[in-house]
């Protein structure tokens, strides 16, 4: 079974670009979860989607940030201007919410791990 | 507001050792649900455990046990004869019914086994 697959695996780019960072959760989860990884912060999470709609955003640091879900299979994290302070790793994670069971495991992609110069 | 609490930020033991990791959270919510995860060297995070409120067995996976106590909001993992392979960042999770699956994690507990 695919996991969640995550792209870049690894993303160098200077202070002021525009950075996507991408996601395909596993078939049949319904939530995605977008979380940064910082040695200062540990695990934050940014932003959540059910069945594509954004739940809790307020995570985000600030506008600079956004983040799409068009389809089920498919989530963008954007980060325009990026800055120094955003080097971190980004993970995306997905879940299954049924009617049975809520709350379920997240199940997390391998990271991207983000340096801005 | 929900919390989790890992006091411990790093563990050293030598391989062969049992370890006890500790997890206190805080909710208001009757109906909640904790989970363990495993961050090892190369970086990916692993599920380990779900548990929910209502169920306060304690849990044995091989050399992993957990034992969930509500009286003490207390969500403790043992690593009975640790191995070098268990050497890893380990977060303990939780996350409220009314939620809607938001995830809180603790701030992690790096354990390292001494060969």
């Known amino acids: 079974d695919a996991g969640v697959i995550q792209s870049p695996r690894h993303e160098v780019t200077e202070m002021g670009q525009e950075v996507t960072l991408r996601c395909k959760p596993i078939?049949?989860?319904?939530?995605l979860f977008w979380y940064r990884q910082t040695m200062m912060r540990g695990l934050e999470l940014l932003i959540y989607f059910n069945n594509n709609v954004p739940i809790d955003d307020s995570g985000m640091p600030e506008d600079r940030f956004s983040a799409k879900m068009p389809n089920a299979s498919f989530s963008t994290l954007k980060i325009q201007p990026s800055e120094p302070r955003d080097s971190a790793v980004y993970f995306c994670?997905?879940?299954?919410?049924?009617?049975?069971?809520?709350?379920?495991?997240?199940?997390f992609g391998d990271g991207t791990r983000l340096s801005i110069l | 507001a929900q919390k989790v609490t890992q006091a411990q930020t790093e563990i050293s033991v030598v391989e062969k050792e049992d370890v006890t990791l500790d997890c206190v959270y805080e909710t208001r919510d009757t109906t909640y649900y904790l989970f363990w995860y495993k961050q090892p060297p190369s970086g990916e995070l692993v599920f380990l455990i779900r548990?929910?409120?209502?169920?306060?067995q304690n849990e044995i996976s091989g050399r992993y046990s957990w034992n969930f106590q509500k009286s003490t909001s207390s969500f403790n993992f043992t690593i009975t004869a640790s191995q070098v392979v268990d050497s890893a960042v380990y977060f303990c999770?939780?996350?409220?019914?009314?939620?809607?699956?938001?995830?809180?994690f603790g701030p992690g507990t790096s354990l390292s086994v001494i060969p």
């Open positions: 078939s049949g989860h319904n939530s």
């Open positions: 994670a997905s879940s299954a919410r049924d009617r049975g069971e809520k709350n379920q495991p997240q199940h």
């Open positions: 999770a939780l996350s409220e019914e009314t939620s809607y699956d938001k995830v809180i």
């Open positions: 548990r929910n409120s209502f169920d306060e």
